[in-house]
């Protein structure tokens, strides 16, 4: 299983016990991304994520601890209990909290392989105690807005709706070079928000592990183009599965019919070339499946809103920011 290194932010504490914990835990032989850490105030830890791997185990022994994830691209996919599968696409939070006992060991998937992603870990005690002696006008207790989110389950998903979004993503975004004391406050500000979230869970319908092993199996290779020109269903009934049972289970899994998936995975690949590599466009247009330029630049835009020149230059530009502020 690929390792994610942790690596310090601007304000990063390498004597944060939440650091410690997740080096130990996501340690392995191969790259699988990173997740830059920073110290908000004691009790609070945002970890900025950017993972290039299809999964990853995750460890806890804190007691009285929550943990916030906002999906920002990507998929990202937990197994919180053994039947109780937890999907969250762009505009997602899942929170969690921690007792010791309930997820102490949580399995994440990410089926596009990548992730990008916000973390807040907290120590409810400690974050309480430093935001009613920094922060008192705010009236922040952490263990109760816990309660409040949190009602019969140790974990919650939903959408963030946009006021609440538009702070995750303002975190996002900005934590790598903001003044401290700017994070401090998008973080209250989020904290203050938060019980707005809408109380609706996700409709989940739970199916045996060996059809969605097999649903997997039948995913991999369809991004691998093995099956080629096949239809769904002459692909179902090459693995013995209804094409109803296969579609049902895929779209749980991955938020979308089978060929719609296909073609976005494709798309998201071919960002991650855009952003990371410096091939010409028309080959990573052919690479993804495309019969022409003309016909990646507007699958693009119409995903992305922007033309995929476009996209890689917006990118170069936010590299070459985040450089020269740490480079001050």
């Known amino acids: 299983m690929a390792g994610i290194k942790i690596v310090a932010g601007q304000f990063g504490d390498e004597g944060n016990d939440w650091v410690r914990r997740l080096k130990q835990n996501y340690a392995g032989d191969e790259s699988g991304g990173t997740s830059t850490y920073y110290e908000v105030f004691p009790g609070v830890t945002i ?21 916030i994830n906002f999906c920002a691209n990507g998929r990202f996919e937990c197994w919180f209990e053994p039947d109780d599968l937890g999907v969250l696409v ?27 992603g916000l973390t807040i870990y907290t120590d409810c005690d400690e974050a309480t105690r430093w935001m009613a002696k920094n922060m008192r006008c705010l009236g922040i207790d952490l263990n109760r807005l816990r309660r409040q989110i949190m009602t ?16 995750f993503r303002e975190l996002f975004e900005c934590v790598s070079y903001a003044d401290r004391n700017y994070v401090r406050l998008k973080v209250a500000e989020l904290f203050l928000m938060l019980p707005l979230l809408k109380q609706q869970e996700k409709e989940t319908e739970y199916f045996p592990g060996s ?20 239809t769904v269903a002459e692909v179902a009934a090459l693995h013995h599965i209804s094409e109803t049972r296969l579609q049902k289970i895929f779209k749980q899994l991955y938020g979308m019919p089978v060929y719609q998936y296909v073609k976005q995975y494709r798309l998201e690949q071919a960002t991650m070339e855009l952003v990371n590599g410096s091939r010409p466009i028309t080959e990573i247009a052919l690479d993804a499946g495309f019969s022409s330029v003309s016909k990646f ?26 450089k020269a502020v740490e480079m001050e």
């Not at 970890?47 to 460890?59: G, I």
């Not at 019969?152 to 702070?167: F, K, L, M, P, S």
């Not at 059809?211 to 093995?226: A, C, F, G, W």
Request: aromatic share 12%; charged share 30%.
């Open 90 to 116: 762009p505009g997602d939070v899942a929170i969690s909290t921690f007792d010791g006992e309930h997820g102490a060991c949580t399995e994440s998937r990410f089926p596009l392989g990548f992730y990008d």
């Open 297 to 322: 630049g507007e699958s693009f835009r119409k995903r992305y809103g922007v033309t995929p020149t476009q996209y890689r230059m917006q990118f170069r530009d936010r590299k070459r920011l985040v």
């Open 152 to 167: 019969d389950h140790w974990y919650w998903i939903g959408t963030a709706g946009a006021r609440c979004e538009h702070v």
């Open 211 to 230: 059809q969605v092993e097999l649903v997997r199996h039948i995913r991999d290779h369809l991004i691998s183009d093995r099956y080629r020109g096949a």
């Open 47 to 67: 970890f900025l994520n950017r993972v290039s791997a299809s999964s990853c185990v995750e460890k806890r022994d804190r007691r009285n601890a929550m943990e």
